[in-house]
């Protein structure tokens, strides 16, 4: 079992994707090079060394999901950010 994080309500997180390279299935939903999305939560890294999941939102504040069997983005995908606020 891996733990979710949220970011609690003083912090906000969002994700600048950097690679947009198509996968090896078919997504339902993809991502747009040099765009930032807002971060709902994200895991811890499965394997030390590795990325995390990262799910992210569009500007409605909908989950963007490539697929019913995939929910989460690579961390690899994108330049994190976080915002403290006040």
């Known amino acids: 079992m891996v733990n979710l994080f949220v970011p609690p309500s003083y912090m906000a997180v969002y994700a ?3 690679d947009a390279s198509m996968p090896a299935f ?3 939903e993809w ?3 040099g765009k930032v999305y807002p971060v709902k939560h994200f895991t811890e890294p499965l394997n030390q060394g590795d990325g995390f999941a990262v799910t ?3 500007e409605d504040g909908i989950e963007i999901h490539p697929s019913p069997s ?3 983005f690579a961390s ?3 330049e994190l950010y976080t915002l403290h606020l006040n």
């Open 16 to 18: 600048k994707c950097v």
């Open 26 to 28: 078919a997504p339902d």
């Open 31 to 33: 991502i747009e090079e």
């Open 56 to 58: 992210i939102m569009d």
């Open 70 to 72: 995939h929910w989460s």
């Open 76 to 78: 690899t995908r994108f």
